[in-house]
């Protein structure tokens, strides 16, 4: 087994902090539904922020093969579009965010590239793919940013999210007690 240069208990200790934190995240971002229709608001929502930000970022919506939605902003390279199928794909296969994949790696000291099980042409252990599950069905798409660091990355698609699980819990209790009144 190939493993990476030893952590301080310290910096082991703030590692397991963010990986639960991260876990945390992934369980509450949990959405009630996902559907072509959302994957473009949710991807338009992206592009509003980072343009509002002049991010120079690609932003991307698949599930499996099927590109969703795709946009690559204003100072945006040819290159994030690779790395945005690395990130995805590592978020598809391990069913995690990237970010969640990298810490975890890290903090078992672990190279799955030099062990060869993550492959550098195929997956990218970089944060910014986040997974998007549904309810009663689990992962159904991946959300990926690629243009800033690996740590905005993710928390720009994380927040966004977060931000669509939030409404779309509101809006099915708000119908709920819609129908429970009527």
Known sequence: MTSMAPLTDEARDRMFAAIAEHEAEERSATLVSFTQRDAWELGARVVRKCLEESHPVTIDIRCRSQILFHAALPGARPDQDFWIAKKAALAERMAESSALVTLRMRARGLD?????????????????????????????????ASGLSSDEDHRLVADAVSQLAVEQSDRDVRGSTERASA
């Open 112 to 144: 799955p590239v030099a062990m060869g099980w993550l492959p550098t042409d195929r997956y990218a252990l970089a944060g910014g793919a986040f997974p998007l599950r549904v309810v009663s069905a689990g992962l159904v798409a991946v959300l990926s």
